[in-house]
């Protein structure tokens, strides 16, 4: 029975650090990080002022470093996930699909990055180094797929890491420009997104002068 109780708090906890994550996730990407009281997350599960420190002793800036941890971890999973099948496609094709699966991984986890990229000062509280990690490890396969793509005679030999390094600036570009609101991005148009995958693909089969 004691057990019972026991795992019965264990579960009632969890849900609610939960619900104060999911609280302070939206409350933080409506009105930033700054610009929300511990007091505004209590109230918005109906809690008791106060109560959040139990849960997360570090307040508000403990909340944000667990949010970022969690959603960058999955972040990573997510864009891992969505690179099976690629090699199925020509390499134009690929990367439109790659474009595409990034896109969905990016509407999934907006409000997280929209925390980070929203007020300079939030960076200054997370581990950068970690997500600097995640980062790399996003893209860490890409080289891998492009020697198989010389491999099979679609593109000619290179630096594949700096051709990975020259891409991923383009596409991290494009959703920077949508998190801090100065555009749509320079792949949102489709034929622009086409042309400019067509020009990438075309200095990568070309031989050198």
């Not at 511990?38 to 909340?63: C, Q, S, T, W």
């Not at 999934?108 to 007020?119: G, S």
């Not at 198989?148 to 494009?174: C, P, Q, W, Y």
């Not at 792949?187 to 400019?196: D, G, I, Q, W």
């Amino acid at each position: 029975m004691e057990i019972e109780k026991l795992n019965m708090r264990q579960e009632q906890a969890a849900e609610t650090k939960k619900k104060l994550l999911e609280s302070a996730q939206k409350l933080f990407a409506a009105g930033g990080y700054k610009g929300t009281p511990v007091r505004r997350i209590n109230r918005d599960i109906g809690m008791a002022d106060g109560l959040l420190y139990h849960y997360f002793p570090g307040g508000k800036i403990e909340i944000l470093q667990v949010l970022v941890q969690e959603n960058f971890k999955q972040f990573a999973l997510d864009l891992r996930m969505r690179t099976e099948g690629l090699d199925e496609f020509p390499i134009e094709e690929a990367i439109e699909q790659l474009y595409q699966n990034w896109n969905e991984v990016f509407a999934e986890h907006h409000d997280v990055l929209k925390i980070l990229f929203k007020e300079n000062e939030v960076m200054e509280l997370v581990d950068k180094s970690k997500l600097a990690e995640i980062f790399s490890e996003s893209g860490r396969w890409f080289p891998g797929f492009l020697e198989k793509r010389a491999k099979a005679g679609e593109i000619r030999n290179m630096d594949f890491d700096s051709a990975t390094e020259a891409l991923k600036a383009i596409v991290m570009n494009h959703f920077v420009a949508m998190l801090v609101g100065v555009g749509p991005g320079c792949l949102s148009n489709p034929a622009h997104r086409k042309r400019l995958i067509a020009y990438q693909v075309n200095l990568w089969k070309n031989p050198l002068p």
